[in-house]
């Protein structure tokens, strides 16, 4: 059996950095997808099992915590492990090192497992040969819960038309790029003289092609925060963002 | 010396591909300008050279036509070599080919090298040691030239404001994001039905963040479609699209 935690080891390509020079959220959050995959797929429950079963991992938290980004040409490595598994729910971690160990910054997640044809969760307890239960190690990343975000009733900053390009393979809006979006509504000033180092996500419904999406922005103090994104009425996304004091 | 025609190897890995389930465009594109990467540094003239010499490659144009893009999974290579060196411009060639040698499509551009301070292109037949000019291969991808492009008076079809999540290190809207935003005119069901296949972007000028980006659309026959990404009165930038018939 593959060991439970996985390590995978990548470089920071050119093209891959944003204005600061650093790895791009959304290389970094393609990258966690990325590795959420291969790790499910050695454990058997990755893309061709749920392909084959006809169901969807779906990504319902994503929070980033980065001492650091790595730079162009820095080597790093990602490794991910699952903690728990709760009913409907299994949590999954991830930690961003140098290839010495140097902790560059932790990520958590949580996750379900959809079946398309009815849009039920599957109990994840119950998959065959116990699913992730037995993969699970009782270790968490030293990184905060997420804070609690409702903005009400107030003006979007901006409005994005979801497009082709926003799409992955199942016609939905990529996870990542709502980071991309909430990362967007700051000044490039205040990207380079206090880059995001945590991203706090909540996803609660998925967004198709042609939908025009709402961005709502408030502050909560001088570095931080707190995005939604919405569709008419409903919030599809929430999202914290906050600034390297 | 490093061979003249250099090949790298690379796997679809899953969220990287579009809706149609194949390589998106921009990861695609995004690899294209990280093999030129590798290949000009391999050579001498990369990104190490250009940022000690404040100078930066800046790409004119780029012809992508594919027979297919391959699927989750798959592993392909990109070749990339030089076939002329005239005065400011270098080509590129580009070979996207299976791992049996299975052709999946070619790739050309043009690049010039533009020296940060004065803007003023560096004549690339003079380089030390005489530049890429030793280099060039008498060999140039089996596709046909770019076409003419002009919209005249229209009106646009979409505004984009060039946001961080374009941006390149240097600041400025990523060349291959405007693939995306040409990409993004299309239906769903025009790239589901018929796939584009065949890419050619003109780049002028470039786009800085908080830019507000016209975008012009005109159909030409049944398949083709031309575009032009406008800041006021000054094309930025122009594409063709061709869909697979």
Redesign the interface.
């Known amino acids: 059996m593959p060991e439970k935690k996985l390590t995978y080891p990548f470089v920071v ?3 891959q ?3 600061t ?1 650093s790895l ?1 959220w ?1 290389v970094l959050g ?1 990258l966690l ?2 590795v959420a ?1 291969f790790h499910a797929s050695a454990h058997g429950f990755g ?1 061709d099992y749920v392909k084959a079963t006809r169901r969807a991992w779906v990504l319902a938290r994503l929070i980033i915590d980065m001492k650091r980004r790595p730079m ?1 040409g820095d080597k790093y490595c990602i490794s991910t492990w699952i903690s728990k598994v709760f009913r409907q729910f299994t949590d999954r971690h991830f930690a961003i090192t140098t290839p010495e160990g140097e902790v560059l910054g932790y990520a958590t997640s949580i996750w379900a497992l959809i079946d398309y044809q009815d849009r039920i969760p599957v109990d994840l307890e119950e998959l065959p040969g116990g699913g992730f239960v037995d993969i699970a190690i009782d270790e968490v990343p030293p990184i905060s819960g997420p804070g609690r975000i409702r903005l009400g009733k107030i003006d979007p900053v ?1 409005t994005h ?1 979801a ?3 926003d ?5 939905h809006v ?1 996870s990542i790029r709502y980071i ?2 909430a ?2 509504q ?1 000044t ?1 000033d205040q ?1 380079r003289s206090n880059p995001v180092h945590r991203v706090e996500m909540t996803y609660a419904i998925e967004s198709l ?2 939908e025009t999406l709402s961005i709502y922005k408030a502050q909560q103090g001088e570095l931080t925060h707190d995005l939604e994104i919405r569709r008419g009425e409903s919030t599809l996304v929430k999202a914290r963002l906050i600034q390297q004091a």
Chains 1, 2 share one sequence.
């Not at 799409?167 to 016609?171: A, F, T």
């Open positions: 390509e050119p093209f950095e944003d204005i020079g791009s959304s393609n997808l990325r995959d893309s162009t901006a038309l497009a082709y390009s799409l992955d393979i199942n016609g990529n991309d979006l990362l967007n700051l490039l990207h092609a042609g």
